[in-house]
């Protein structure tokens, strides 16, 4: 019976423990202090960001306005597809776009199996890791992060945050409420494996590619800031 | 899982003598730690994050009694319903009760280490369900009923060219190629699709759980575990209690430390918490979803002197850096964890007796304990182990008492000397002229796999005296 498991695992676990009072567990906690994050690739966070999800197989487009937005996203559906097709979110961000500009016929809701590209609206990025993340709810269903051939996310620069602990932070009052969120999804790359005798190869189960999308006080110098560290960090001795 | 560790040596032997393997481990042997070093290097203070990270799991272990309270807490408020199993077998029977209550006939699987342990698979088909593993690596060995070699890379011994046999086996698709190592993740992705999009019920594990929130963490690179956990109705997450820290941040340094360690990246392309059921609000997500955690007589370790070793992040860096892993491959350990952890968990959560050779595959180099991303003092444990083998009289009686004499010869410092003083005299003049012995007595264990170098002549105390008396 699981409650009489439980009762004997309780009793080992507490004869194990220290038995110490919750006031002086949680001030014990706190003495520890922060973990060091690690270090960013550039003092600029917004391209210490591309640069990591240029490392993590991610693309990139420089999209200030929303109709940069909607117009980066057709000519890449259109690139890819041909086609101006795409399943997005439900996130207000998405809806407000002006999708006739950019050529794009957005449907509203849940990927079904079968249709190749999705877009999300991330609610921030982490620049330590080049992460994007996402909430789940009615705005953003999981399975439109993880059944398309290519997971499109738009993200806010303002919205970028440097590290992993400054998330938790954001986070605070969704996780602390009433009903918390039931998922929170850091994506940080194309799904990929290296199951196979080691080599990488993009598109495992998920997205074979993942297209980040920056809007917002975002310039195209800091992409070529982010390429060039990268192709210097390729080529130390290369001209 | 059936413990097969008593015929380690047997098997070690085995995996030496198949010549395209051990090249295969060779390679994986020098490229894991190349890249595990550069996203240490690159991260910056990664000792200090490591020993941030150690005084947090320790402070979690000495008050898990507090956290495990809290966590369940936390998960029954978020809407899971929280099991306890005390045994393997009784992980096994919440499960399938879980799914005969669902009339479930397909379950999705993420990989997990848990469920190898407890032997989950054989159970729910031996209770008429249809069981998927679907990480490409657990996939591959399911097809090919073999059991995980790498707790990280559960099919890094097979090569493409095995893997693309199988799948035309397996696969009823036709005649095509599948020459690429590209080609083969296509055709499991397709076949894999159709499982996630059937399933009845999703299986995965957790590389935490947030006492603070009751949310547990996933850190997957394949996304596989998220469509496990994201599409089928009913969720059941397997896990251990000492997967259980504080808070989220802890959560992401952990997470911070399993990755670089593991695969060398700054962090998988999925990390995901989940804190339980759908809501009211969205539109997907399991309708219910279980958590059960597993004792297996973790919580005697605990309780032990080998605590430390349940601070294990599951990173597989001590494999990866093991001389003895990569020469007699992970299969040889014979159960679920190889390696340097494997050989310090299996006896403690089997028996020392049935897993005698494991702490004796060690040569104590000490460089599992050096990348250890936890800092658990694996060679102090394995040694432990032994000492406590030999307390209990555990191994052959030649081999005891071979170890007694020893003891009480290098026990005896004036005796030691005089007797290897003179043995190395003798070995080095009948071996001066040749420089070495194909045979020796009382050494068969070295000289028939190697010559045995003859000694210089002096031992190492002759010749720091003659140094130091030169000094004077």
Known sequence: ?239 | MELQSQHFTRKAVAALADEAAAAQRDAMALFTPVVREAAVQQFGDFEALRQHVKRIRRHSLDNLDYYLARFELEATNNGNQVHYADSASELNSIVLDICQQHDARKVAKGKSMVTEETGLNDYLKRGGLEVIETDLGEYIIQQAGETPSHIVGPALHKSKEQVRELFLEKHALGERELESISDLVGEARSVLRDHFLQADIGIIGANALIAETGYSMLVTNEGNGDLCANLPRVLIICTTLDRILPRGEDATAVQRLLVRSATGQPQTCYTSFYSGPRRETELDGPLETHIVLLDNQRSDILASDYREMLQCIRCGACLNHCPIFTASGGHSYGWVYPGPMGSVLTPLLNSLEDTAALPNACTSCGRCAEVCPADIPLPDLLRDLRHQQSQENIGSPRWRMGLRLHAWVAARPGLYQFLTTRVMSILNKLGRRKGSFHKLPFASGWTDQRDFPSPQGESFMQQYKARRDDRE
Not at chain 1, 42 to 59: E, K, P, W, Y
Not at chain 1, 193 to 219: F, K, M, N, S, Y
């Open chain 1, 1 to 239: 019976m699981s409650s009489e498991s439980r009762s004997r695992i309780m009793a080992r676990v507490r004869h194990a423990s220290l038995g110490q009072n919750a006031a002086a567990i949680e001030a014990q906690l706190d003495d520890f202090g922060v973990a060091p994050a690690a270090e960013l690739p550039h003092d600029d966070t917004c391209v210490a960001f591309m640069i990591n999800v240029l490392r993590n197989q991610g693309s990139i487009d420089v999209a200030p306005q929303r109709v940069d937005v909607v117009k980066a996203v057709g000519q890449y559906i259109y690139r890819h597809y041909r086609s101006h097709r795409l399943v997005a979110g439900n996130d207000p961000h998405l809806a407000a776009m002006p999708w006739r500009d950019g050529g794009v016929l957005p449907r509203f809701g849940e990927i079904e199996p079968g249709e190749p590209v999705a877009l999300s609206y991330a609610q921030w990025g982490v620049a330590e890791t080049g992460a994007t993340i996402f909430l789940s709810g009615r705005n953003n269903p999981a399975r439109n992060n993880l059944l398309p051939e290519h997971h499109l996310v738009v993200l806010d620069v303002n919205q970028l945050l440097p590290d992993l602990e400054s998330l938790w932070q954001q986070l605070e009052p969704a996780i602390t409420g009433a009903e918390r969120p039931r998922a929170l999804f850091c994506i940080a790359g194309p799904s990929s494996t290296a199951d196979i005798e080691a080599q990488l190869v993009c598109g495992a189960h998920g997205p074979r590619a993942w297209h980040v999308i920056l809007t917002g006080e975002v310039r195209q110098e800091q992409l070529d800031t982010a390429l060039d560290v990268l192709s210097s960090k390729k080529n130390p001795g290369g001209s």
